[in-house]
């Protein structure tokens, strides 16, 4: 995977973490270089360039992101609000974990609002546009049968998270919207972790289908029992009982 981060500074900070150095980005006005932080930082997770467990200092943090110690600051506090790091003070941050307690409540969370997601969507009266959803999955199960293509886990995660951001569209209201783009985010720093290793590849499409096929017929019991048959499979699959 290409690298897009700023190249990180051979020194940013001084002895006590305070400073920039010379070679911190400070091109753009600090609430941009706040965003850009973030993004960096979630970029990090998401990749798994920071790994979950792992410890940074912030002077660490600043190396690794090449921004403006302040810049790194603001994003570490957004990170930790939407509980994606921990903040240690004093110390540094350390990244969040994938243990079987943090696993479950974030799968369960995604649930919660896929169901949520999907009832508001069967509410309406407008069709789903899933035809396209399904052809998708059709060919990734479809490839997944065949000796394994050089990218196919990479296709499977995201169609794995096609279904669930379809789903989302149906979350009523900015604050729904957010804690999925959180959780989303925190299961991301999960998946790097557990990846989606080919065996999974087929049942978890052929649990998608069903939901998908619950969908068509606006069936919301079959999607209801569709949607938590995948969660328990999954939690399953990665060794973890489900409540």
């Known amino acids: 995977m290409k690298d897009n981060r700023p190249a990180a500074p051979a020194d940013t900070t001084d002895a006590d973490g305070n ?26 997770l998401r990749g798994g360039t920071l790994r979950s467990g792992m410890f940074l200092s912030m002077p660490m943090l600043v190396t690794e992101l090449g ?14 609000a939407a509980g994606l790091v921990r903040i240690l003070p004093k110390r540094g ?11 479950r409540d ?5 649930a919660m609002l896929d169901l949520h997601g999907a009832r508001r969507l069967l509410a309406g009266a407008d069709a789903l546009p899933l ?7 059709e ?27 379809a789903l989302a569209t149906g979350l009523d209201g900015p604050v ?9 985010d925190r299961i991301a720093v999960i998946q790097t972790q557990r990846p ?14 069903a939901i998908i096929a619950a969908l068509e017929a606006r069936d919301l019991p079959a999607v209801e029992q569709t949607i938590r048959t995948h969660l328990t499979n999954t939690l399953r699959w990665w060794g973890i009982d489900s409540r």
Do not use: W
């Not at 974030?106 to 995604?110: H, I, V």
């Not at 000796?147 to 995201?158: E, F, G, H, N, Y």
């Open 19 to 44: 400073g920039t150095g010379s070679g911190v980005r400070t091109d753009h006005p600090q609430g941009d270089q706040s965003d850009q932080a973030h993004r960096a930082l979630v970029d990090g």
């Open 67 to 80: 921004f403006p110690l302040a810049a790194v600051r603001e994003a570490v506090k957004r990170a930790e």
């Open 93 to 103: 941050v350390m990244v969040m974990t994938a243990d079987p307690d943090t696993t």
């Open 106 to 110: 974030c799968m369960d969370l995604r």
């Open 131 to 137: 035809a396209a959803l399904r052809a998708t999955h």
């Open 139 to 165: 060919a990734l199960l479809h490839d997944a049968s065949a000796p394994a293509a050089p990218d196919l886990q990479r296709r499977a995660i995201t169609t794995d998270l096609s279904l669930h951001d």
């Open 176 to 184: 729904l919207r957010r804690l999925y783009a959180e959780n989303r």
């Open 196 to 209: 989606f290793l080919a065996d999974r590849i087929i049942p978890a499409m052929t649990e998608h289908l």
